[in-house]
């Protein structure tokens, strides 16, 4: 498939209903969504994914990683498909979500952002991951077994990650009011981000949901799959906004 003039790795649609369409996270490919949440989700719905420059199967280009320029591969895949689908979105994925609803709402039908930031300042301090950590020759072997460039490219791509989370994205809160789609805010209770950062995003959002999974770190939907996927289908198949006994953030009128 070709996006924006490059050739692009793409999983078509598989099982039926409303279009889902899943955003993998940076330093990773489709296949980190695809076979851990994607089973469950395809009972459902019909799934597709794609792989990102420089991400899997993608080959990459001499430009920096951007969050814009994500957003702007998910809206041409989007305008391939030809429909309107939910997004779920996983860490920089979860973020490209967020920046296509604020941009493109027309294509969106709801958002499940997880384990996403909407500034740089909000994540936990952590040591950075570059080619000198001791975790790299396992990436850049893993990197190489699908990526055109092979394992050579890995070092490129790390530092390009590295930028990107560095300075990206840096959204404010006005920002955020300004997304209309419906958004499910999720997170493990060990995450990369700071609580108060998740629940700043959360209140922000004028139409958001939040679940916090227990026992749990930016690695939920594998650590957590079963109770990620559940809630993740319930979101996506639920009537909204939520009717609940006592609504005190969501000033429902009910019929």
């Known amino acids: 498939m070709d996006l924006l ?18 955003l993998h996270g940076g330093l990773s490919n489709s296949n980190s969504m695809w076979h851990s949440i994607g089973p469950g989700l395809r009972r459902h719905f019909a799934v597709s994914a794609f792989d990102r420059r420089g991400h899997g199967r993608t080959s990459d280009t001499s430009e920096p990683f951007t969050i814009e320029a994500m957003a702007d591969e998910t809206i041409a895949f989007l305008n391939f498909l030809g429909r309107r689908a939910h997004l779920v979105g996983h860490s920089d994925g979860a973020n490209v979500a967020l920046a296509v609803a604020m941009r493109r709402p027309d294509l969106v039908r709801r958002v499940v952002a997880i384990g996403a930031n909407y500034h740089h300042s909000g994540l936990m301090a952590m040591e950075p991951f570059t080619p000198a950590s001791a975790s790299f020759a396992d990436f850049a072997e893993s990197y190489g077994a699908l990526a055109p460039e092979g394992a050579s490219h ?8 590295r930028q990107l989370v560095e300075t990206e994205p840096h959204w404010t809160r006005e920002d955020l009011e300004r997304i209309s789609r419906p958004v499910l805010v999720m997170a493990g209770d060990d995450d990369v981000m700071t609580m108060s950062h998740l629940t700043s995003m959360y209140e922000s959002l004028a139409e958001a949901q939040l679940a916090v999974v227990p026992g749990a770190s930016h690695g939920v939907l594998r650590e ?7 809630l993740i289908c319930d979101y996506l198949r639920s009537s909204h906004p939520p009717l609940t006994r006592t609504p005190v953030r969501r000033m429902v009128t009910r019929p």
Do not use: D
């Open 5 to 22: 003039g490059h050739r692009t790795w793409y999983q078509p649609a598989k099982g039926h209903g409303k279009l889902v369409v899943l």
């Open 154 to 161: 890995a070092a490129a791509v790390v530092e390009k990650s």
């Open 224 to 230: 957590r799959t079963k109770l990620a996927t559940g």
